[in-house]
């Protein structure tokens, strides 16, 4: 199975040091190039942009077509392209 995710659970695994899992329950990971970038900006703890610089090989960045997905409401650039590209 193949998952597509925003920033927050995966920045959330990686602290908690459980990132490990996703490998375990899906054959690959996929993330937009807003949520690489969100797991990258200087406030985010430095474990998770170490990890993220270093993402294991089942963790793959994918751009959305943008043009698919269009919200009623305001949400985050990561959020945006996450639901375009599932």
């Known amino acids: 199975m193949i998952v597509i995710s925003d920033t927050t659970p995966l920045r959330y695994l990686i602290e908690i040091n459980q990132a490990f899992i996703l490998e375990g329950l899906f054959v690959s990971v996929i993330i937009p190039p807003a ?4 797991l ?3 406030k985010t703890p430095q474990p998770v942009r170490d990890w993220i610089a270093h993402h294991p ?3 793959e960045v994918r751009q959305a ?3 698919l997905y269009t919200p009623q409401k305001r949400i985050g650039d990561g959020e945006r392209e996450a639901f375009a590209l599932a």
């Open 35 to 38: 949520v690489f970038a969100e």
């Open 57 to 59: 090989a089942w963790l």
């Open 40 to 42: 990258q900006r200087p």
């Open 65 to 67: 077509d943008l043009a």
